[in-house]
């Protein structure tokens, strides 16, 4: 009987992990012949407009052409990053019989290399995702009791967005190492979620061969998430006092084990600091327990340590430009950059920060002081230190000013206009941090104890809700969204990814948006109401159009499609068409990029 029961059980677990592959290549399709089409279309207007090597091409294209050689030994010195795209593109070519070892190889062929990244991305994506917004937050496989359910079409949709990220975009069509780099950071991310450790330390040695900042995403970063994934969540009342002050968190940690992680949606600052403290205690107490489940990441470091020695350093070419150094100003600049780009998802926090509830519209609504800004004395030290950053520590590098062909350029001779104009800036820079990391935490669901089904159902929600929300608002069915742990290990490997860097690029912010995207919940109803809901038939047309655009629909989504659409139009269209000469390279174009 016993056999017969297990060998069910694993003709179903098969069985649901077929459906799942099949569900994934179903819902992915139209994601991956969107990003598909519109890559090839960006890769075609280039090679029309663009055939000869541009920028850092030069480079890049020289050393595959070595590489293609077989003079493997051979290094172009303005070259810093490993040589990961020229064995890509040395496969890629090999295989499909288009070069032998020959003294020359066509620019568009080394360009397609990315291409082949392009059709790879939405597939990782959709995994990774659908990962995360099946579990309680985003790396506990086990706590399912409360997931962030996203539609199918809501799922899809996030995952072309994602592709059309237009930092990223804009690299198919160019030969450069960021779109490889980001698929192998997904990669190991992705085996990381399945605990397929083996592949993981492949995949994570495999991202070094792209950029060597990468070593803080598969080590650091997903090392960190195995630590809070390792230990046990400690509970209000339970592990803690209801009420728990620092020195309560402390001794609990200490003595359970366990980690003070609550919801971002509940925490206010104090809450990231008694995490952090937290973490340490419990991390010294359960070092034995956890040691075991970090032989993978302690691996990848070994095998990056030994590179650096090897090396004598970190970048490989072109070291005098490439100096490590502490730059502290580049955890301000990212973000005004995520709120540029991610501002349809991000305004609805703005409106809520700065208008009374009364006058947002009910969707929008978060029902929550939880979601307004910051209390003076908590904002007024984080601006301080701000401005001590930019006082002490703003770093200028030689390229940013001296190259006025990419989009950077023109942002710090603004800043540089006036001496005051970088001090002005900072409550810029502390609105868009907050609404940055207050947006892992979700929009909570909004709604009325009279939009429920049961009144059984209306009684609890108003007896579990009423001493945390102010009636008559809207109140929160459910609060969800990410915990402290997820913020707190994303800003640490964005910081050390980021502050040894002197030089200011949108493309070394692809990677820690990435994955502060992929952690977006969905703000919509979930559960069987939201079920229900999607179930209802319509009838007329507009009825259809409202239930498309907005109500079973994330609309923040179609927001996002349109802006990254245009910013990717207005970027490829200058890039292609407003080239410009330089006054002592006279007959050479040269055009504005990332």
């Known amino acids: 009987m016993s056999e017969g029961i297990c060998e069910m059980a694993e003709g179903l677990r098969k069985g649901c992990r077929m459906e799942s592959l099949l569900l994934m290549?179903?819902?992915?399709?139209?994601?991956?012949?969107?990003?598909?089409?519109?890559?090839?279309?960006?890769?075609?207007?280039?090679?029309?407009?663009?055939?000869?090597?541009?920028?850092?091409?030069?480079?890049?294209?020289?050393?595959?052409?070595?590489?293609?050689?077989?003079?493997?030994?051979?290094?172009?010195?303005?070259?810093?990053?490993?040589?990961?795209?020229?064995l890509v593109s040395l496969l890629y070519l090999g295989f499909l019989s288009v070069t032998r070892i020959i003294n020359y190889v066509h620019v568009a062929d080394l360009r397609r290399t990315n291409l082949w990244a392009a059709g790879l991305i939405p597939f990782h994506i959709w995994?990774?995702?659908?990962?995360?917004?099946?579990?309680?937050?985003?790396?506990?496989?086990?706590?399912?009791?409360?997931?962030l359910m996203w539609s199918l079409a809501e799922l899809n949709h996030a995952v072309l967005n994602i592709c059309l990220f237009p930092p990223l975009f804009f690299f198919?069509?160019?030969?450069?190492?960021?779109?490889?780099?980001?698929?192998?950071?997904?990669?190991?991310?992705q085996f990381y979620q399945r605990k397929w450790r083996k592949l993981l330390v492949a995949a994570g040695i495999a991202s070094l061969f792209f950029r060597q900042t990468n070593i803080f995403w598969v080590a650091i970063y997903l090392g960190a998430s195995e630590v809070i994934r390792k230990l046990k969540r400690g509970r209000s009342g339970v592990e803690y006092p209801s009420v728990a002050t620092v020195m309560d968190v402390v001794a609990g940690s200490w003595q359970?084990?366990?980690?003070?992680?609550?919801?971002?949606?509940?925490?206010?600052?104090?809450?990231?600091?008694?995490?952090?403290?937290?973490?340490?205690?419990?991390?010294?107490?359960?070092?034995?327990?956890?040691?075991?489940?970090?032989?993978?990441y302690l691996a990848i470091l070994t095998a990056f340590g030994f590179f650096v020695l090897w090396n004598e350093g970190v970048v490989l070419g072109d070291k005098e430009n490439h100096i490590a150094s502490i730059h502290l100003a580049q955890m301000l600049y990212i973000w005004p950059y995520f709120m540029f780009f991610s501002f349809p998802l991000l305004y609805s926090y703005i409106l809520n920060a700065f208008i009374p509830q009364k006058y947002i519209p009910s969707p929008l609504r978060t029902g929550s002081t939880r979601h307004r800004l910051p209390r003076l004395i908590v904002a007024a030290p984080i601006m301080g230190v701000m401005l001590l950053i930019i006082r002490f520590n703003t770093v200028i590098h030689p390229f940013t000013l001296a190259d006025n062909r990419h989009y950077t350029f023109y942002v710090f001779r603004l800043l540089l206009r006036h001496p005051s104009i970088k001090y002005l800036v900072v409550p810029i820079y502390f609105i868009c941090a907050w609404a940055t990391i207050t947006a892992l935490g979700g929009l909570p669901n909004v709604q009325t104890p009279a939009q429920t089904t049961k009144p059984q159902q209306r009684t609890q929600i108003r007896r579990g809700l009423q001493h945390r929300l102010p009636p008559p608002a809207y109140w929160s069915v459910v609060d969800r969204g990410h915990h402290v742990s997820t913020a707190v290990i994303w800003l640490v490997a964005t910081a050390l990814s980021l502050i040894t860097a002197p030089l200011v690029e949108p493309r070394y912010l692809i990677v820690p948006w990435l994955i502060w995207r992929l952690h977006m919940p969905s703000p919509w109803p979930t559960g069987e109401e939201a079920s229900a809901k999607r179930r209802k038939k319509i009838r007329s047309f507009r009825a259809r159009c409202k239930a498309i655009f907005y109500q079973r629909h994330d609309h923040r989504l179609w927001l996002e499609t349109i802006w990254f659409l245009f910013v990717n139009w207005a970027v490829g269209y200058v890039f292609l068409y407003w080239g410009f000469e330089w006054p002592q390279e006279k007959g050479k174009v040269q055009r504005f990029m990332w």
């Open 25 to 86: 290549a179903e819902s992915t399709y139209t994601a991956w012949a969107v990003v598909i089409g519109l890559s090839v279309f960006w890769h075609y207007r280039i090679e029309n407009e663009v055939s000869k090597p541009y920028l850092d091409e030069f480079f890049h294209i020289q050393q595959a052409e070595l590489y293609l050689q077989g003079r493997f030994t051979e290094w172009h010195p303005k070259i810093t990053t490993p040589p990961g795209l020229y």
């Open 127 to 147: 995994f990774v995702v659908n990962k995360i917004v099946t579990s309680y937050d985003g790396f506990r496989a086990d706590d399912r009791a409360l997931p």
């Open 172 to 189: 198919y069509g160019l030969y450069y190492t960021d779109v490889w780099s980001a698929l192998s950071v997904l990669t190991t991310i």
């Open 256 to 296: 359970h084990s366990c980690v003070y992680d609550p919801l971002i949606s509940q925490a206010s600052f104090e809450d990231y600091l008694k995490f952090a403290l937290s973490l340490v205690a419990a991390s010294v107490t359960g070092l034995f327990r956890i040691l075991p489940y970090l032989k993978s």
